[in-house]
């Protein structure tokens, strides 16, 4: 974010704050939100900066300087003992540093040790015991005052009525209200079963069932409960790791936590549970991370809102706000523009992050994106970043419209749309960039590693390529002549090119490039016509009789096979000695069921043992849930394998795959 001065700073605080009431307004008060979790973080973490860099600016009503919204009017209201805090965010090892070095300047030493627990999603309350009895819940409301849920939160059982060691006098219990990930899938199935929409995230359904006037519906749903706090009249215990234990000893179940000599350790802990975080039975968005001596934590004292020796390292942000900087477009093999767009460097999903896809014109249209705007910008796992909204509110007046692009970026060819496509298109046949895309995304469907993109625009301009046959042409002598190749390297691609002339159909189908023909359509055509021949004569009728494919996708396969140069096109591949593998007669023994693969696998290659299970009618899946029906582990299986003990999931070793699936 670049620098701003004070003039527009006070702008930007303003609408950061209007922005972020908005949105804690529906997630505390309404309970619904309208972006993620991840997304308000990022907003708040700026709002919080932007405030550090100017505190003349911090007002006393900002979103900073308070805990939540205000209770519900529905509930009796309760005044905390304490008030319950809430806690600063961390998103880096770098701002655990600086937290470090801030407590040590207060504190006026080292500090050692350090308690560390999993941040459980879920929704806070506070318990209060008199004489070992529960008298009353609460929520945590605005900080100072809750909302009495006494009689919802008594439905819990994981909650004792009365405690399981005696215990004289007041004790308050503070904890998260939460709800495990098999306990939801299977809420959200009895809902569809029932014909009710499925609940979008457990904390929601969680806050909103102890929200319910009515205790049996509170009841009705699995609900948990884990204790992270104890305090009360007779509690004089000296560090937080120990009164963890002591919450155990009087009946409650407690969040993960372990004792950390030193902040290097507990960057290690953060690294283990990031790794181990799916294994876990509920979510998770963190570690909490506290001074486990409860005398230096409460010298240490409270700033703002926050207690100093407390803070939470989150999990890296599958959605963050950033800003849009310019958008460009790419094309593609088949000719289409895609726009890209350009935003302020982010940390999101662990990554730094510059570039987002769009889609096409209309999605920007749809989400009214100009350049300059604040966005939300969504990263899951693998899955290319992608801009899903804006902030119109956060406009200051200098924002540009995203103009429509009327010709190539490559080739200056006009550029439209073709029939009533969303997509924009290079309208000239013989654009060089998809020419060159098309020989690209035919090498890697032959698994040709060495061959990337600037080395076929090299040959191209050579004269050496002109379709992606030619590739099988490619001799020495000819690549030594281009300068920049030297022998040896001429010597490798060639080699391995020539190794890669026995392809089997489902990829040989994937090298063609059919428009709506991905990698498991192409292995559906593969094993129902067995050969390129027969495939090529295949009519509409014949290809929508199999599963997934519908009337665009077998209007596509029939229109490529009609055209005479794509006809060509095969028969250049065979001319080359091109050998396209037959599949081999399949069953369906293991229909209906779902194989996921974890860790390394010593006699088959992982794809081979994918194949295996497809060949005998299986599903493969890339994630373990109650649906799956075996985990085959290798060595070095990791959280999969513990998530599918957890399940109850069948564990096969290889060995015993193979001797299923009949391989010798």
Known sequence: MKSLNRSEAEKRLKALREEIRHHRYLYHVEDRQEISDGALDSLKHELDELEQQFPDLITADSPTQRVGGEPLPKFEKVMHRERMLSMNDAFSFAEMQTWEKRIEKVAGGVITPYITMTKIDGLAVSLIYHHGQLVTAATRGNGRIGENVTQNVKTIESIPLRLSCNASGLIEVRGEIYMRKDDFETLNEQREQAGEPRFANPRNVSAGSIRQLDPAITASRPLRFRAWHLSGDEIDIGTQSDRLKRLRALGFATAPFHRCNNIEEVKREFVRMSADREALAFWIDGLVVRVDDMQLYEQLGVVGKTPRGLIAWKFPAEEVTTKLIDVQWQIGRTGKLT???????????????????????????????????????????????????????????????????????????????????????????????????????AARAFGIDGLGMKRIEAFMEAGLLTSPPDI???????????????????????????????????????????????????RSLAATF???????????????????????????????????????????????????????PGSDELAGMIFVFTGTLERVSRDE???????????????????????VAGEAAGSKKRKAEDLGVKILSEDEFLRMVGHK
């Open 609 to 631: 043992a994918i194949a295996l299970a497809r060949g005998r009618g299986a599903s493969v899946s890339g994630s373990v849930s109650k649906k799956t029906a075996y985990l």
């Open 472 to 522: 099988f042409h490619l001799e020495r002598d000819e690549i030594v002549a281009i300068e920049g190749f030297k022998a040896k390297s001429a010597d490798n691609i060639v080699s391995e090119i020539q190794s890669k002339k026995r392809i089997d159909l489902t990829h040989f189908i994937v090298a063609l490039g059919i428009p709506n023909v991905g990698v498991e359509t192409a």
């Open 530 to 584: 067995t050969s390129i021949l027969a495939l090529q004569n295949a009519d509409r009728s014949q290809l929508e009789m199999i599963e997934d494919i519908g009337p665009i996708v077998a209007e596509s396969i029939t229109d490529y096979f009609a055209s005479a140069r794509h006809k060509n096109l095969i028969a250049d591949y065979l001319a080359a000695g091109i050998e396209i593998l037959v599949p081999e």
């Open 339 to 441: 726009p890209v767009a350009t935003v302020e460097a982010t940390q999101v999903a662990g990554t730094t992050v510059q570039h987002a896809t769009l889609h096409n014109m209309d999605e920007i249209r749809r989400l009214g994106l100009m350049i300059g705007d604040t966005v939300i910008l969504t990263k899951a796992g693998d899955i290319i970043p992608k801009i899903t909204k804006v902030f119109p509110k956060l406009r200051n007046g200098s924002e540009a419209r995203i103009a429509e692009p009327t010709s190539c970026p490559v080739c200056g060819g006009e550029a439209g749309r073709k029939g009533e496509n969303v997509d924009l298109y290079c309208l000239n046949p013989n654009c060089f960039s998809v020419d060159g895309g098309r020989m690209l995304h």
